[in-house]
């Protein structure tokens, strides 16, 4: 009984409870800490800094449970971070984890819950008996001494004189090191904040584009009937596609069809659908990002150039540029929509007779663009019944034994996606008019590939996996009759590096789509095409060379070992 009282008060004295919140304020930063590549001088800022001013903020009220549930917003942001740190190994918060929060949709974020709960455990054993005892503390007599309270906020302050050196120290060693880029958890509002404006500046698009123009115009003659498609896929990743060295049989039907070019070595420059799509549908590319909010697409493009524009989707609008893109069309039709409650998930292949009838309207100069829901988990709900080749493909949960079911799904899913090209290209092929076909993935997977057991996309640091998308064109014989050039110059660059940058040039360049915007060093049928180095969407919309996205040795492996470029 004795040692109970004890106990409790041990517990309670506020000096203890000061040091105890302290050291769980900063559980966080210990974990970044071992995590995060950090120079050595940074290292000492990474645990100085915070904790000068997480004790400095303890002293400002008498009682510590007060300060300490003032700082109920960091415990916030530790729990979200400890909780990412699970999932991914490492990274702080980056801006698009804001991002993604608005625009996934909520049966993605269940297929994640699941996974997290270990995680969510150990942030409630953390911060529940802390925040508890903040309330004691709170609701009891005793409180700091002025004494203690005098001493801390002078160790405090030593504490910050000597980070502020140390921060000086490691900008000279890495003129990019910022405190607000760089230490948790002021990097974290600084991403917060950063979100925000993106996402104000987003929903300002209408009025920051509304004057713009391409000043397109067409340069092929009039009276040819021209088709482009541009086919953009969903979580496909390259390594699973038999055509790019999988050795499955994948893609049994696009293996026969001639007049394809497959594009071996094509990155993506973001594993994230928002981001991912609109810079295939834009001018927009890692290296010159902002201009997304003043431009518009590839639809208005070619609008401009007397074609008729059609954009049909298979993906619920998710309030990002998609949706903005989708509507410049002059036809937009969404499977998911005006679901019907008989057939409430919509196969890729349903878009197919859309596209049939919009065939069938016979305009003399079209673009089509099919937004598919290609491989997004949850992979068995891709592809209808009469399509498990590989089996047995029924998930009961993610883990490593039963990665076989995992991957037999994701594999019929690309060879529904296979069936859904061939498809397509067989209606373009009976047109017997120039027909040109793009497809591309928007990013790839993780699927528990290696021991770090990860799986789906958009971690902060990609994988191998995540970057390496599946990439075609596909011409037509009447195409290739009439514009020559065009096709074998697309043919002799396609074994080059490139990224999906290429994708807007290389249609309006296939269209003759002539437009001051359009940059013949990224169109794959032009013979000035001479892609740049390749380079990743930062989290600032910054570009980021393959180099410095800090990717662990083993992907790097993965790409020499595929013959890929690197960086
Ligand atoms: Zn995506």
Redesign the pocket.
Same mark, same amino acid.
């Given at each position: 009984m004795r040692f109970v009282t004890a106990f409790r008060q041990f517990c309670l004295n506020p000096r203890v409870l000061y040091i105890y919140f302290a050291v769980v304020l900063m559980v966080p930063n210990f974990f970044l800490f071992c995590t995060e590549p950090l120079s050595a001088w940074s290292r000492v800022v990474y645990l100085l800094l915070p904790l000068s001013v997480y004790m400095a903020a303890l002293t400002i009220w008498r009682k510590p449970g007060i300060s300490f549930w003032v700082l109920f917003l960091f415990l916030i942001l530790g729990a979200f971070q400890l909780v990412l740190l699970y999932l991914f190994d490492r990274s702080v918060i980056a801006p698009d984890m804001f991002l993604n929060l608005v625009t996934t949709n909520s049966t993605e974020a269940g297929e994640l819950l699941g996974k997290l709960t270990p995680a969510i455990v150990g942030v409630c054993v953390l911060y529940l008996p802390a925040l508890t005892l903040g309330l004691f503390s709170m609701r009891g007599e005793y409180g700091l001494t002025r004494r203690f309270r005098l001493r801390a906020v002078l160790v405090a302050a030593l504490l910050g004189v000597l980070s502020v050196g140390a921060a000086l120290m490691a900008r000279r060693d890495d003129p990019g090191f910022r405190v607000c880029h760089d230490i948790y958890p002021a990097n974290v509002i600084y991403n917060m904040g950063f979100a925000a404006q993106s996402w104000h500046r987003t929903n300002n698009y209408p009025a920051t584009s509304a004057d713009f123009t391409f000043d397109a115009r067409p340069t092929h003659d009039s009276t040819l009937r021209e088709v482009y498609v541009l086919v953009i896929g969903?979580?496909s990743r390259a390594a699973n596609w038999e055509l790019f060295g999988y050795d499955r049989p994948t893609n049994p039907q696009l293996s026969r069809v001639t007049n394809l070019v497959p594009l071996r070595d094509a990155l993506t420059q973001s594993?994230?659908? =928002?981001k /991912?799509?609109p810079m295939m549908l834009s001018a927009a590319s890692a290296e010159d990002f902002d201009r997304i909010y003043r431009e518009k697409s590839i639809l208005t493009a070619f609008r401009e150039a007397g074609f008729r524009t059609v954009f049909l989707s298979n993906q619920r609008p998710n309030r990002s540029f998609i949706d903005y893109f989708a509507a410049e069309a002059d036809r937009y039709e969404n499977l998911r929509d005006r679901l019907d409650p008989n057939d409430p998930n919509p196969l890729d292949m349903d878009l197919l007779r859309l596209f049939d009838d919009e065939l069938a309207r016979g305009a003399q100069k079209e673009l089509i663009v099919l937004h598919t829901h290609?491989s =997004?988990f949850n992979y068995t709900e891709r592809y209808p019944d009469s399509s498990r080749y590989f089996t047995p493909d029924r998930i009961e949960t993610i883990r490593a034994s039963e990665r076989e079911q995992l991957v037999n799904a994701f594999d019929n899913t690309v060879r529904y996606t296979d069936a859904v090209l061939a498809g397509i290209i067989g209606r373009l092929d009976s047109l017997g008019a120039p027909a040109v076909l793009i497809y591309s /993935?928007? =990013?790839g997977e993780d699927m528990l590939d290696d021991a770090r057991g990860h799986f789906l =996309? /958009?971690s902060p640091i990609p994988s191998y996996y995540q970057m390496h998308v599946p990439m075609l064109l596909w011409y037509s014989d009447a195409y290739e009759a009439a514009f020559p050039d065009a096709v074998a110059t697309a043919r002799a660059n396609a074994p080059r590096p490139v990224s999906t940058n290429i994708v807007f040039h290389t249609l309006l360049g296939a269209g003759g789509v002539e437009t001051p915007l359009f940059d013949p060093a990224l169109s794959l049928t032009d013979p000035r095409f001479d892609p740049r180095p390749r380079t990743w969407l930062g989290p600032y919309n910054d570009p980021l060379t393959l180099d410095e996205l800090n990717l662990i040795p083993s992907d790097i492996d993965e790409f020499r070992r595929r013959g890929l470029a690197f960086p």
């Open positions: 969903e979580t594993n994230t659908t =928002h /991912s799509v290609g =997004h /993935s928007d =990013h =996309h /958009s």
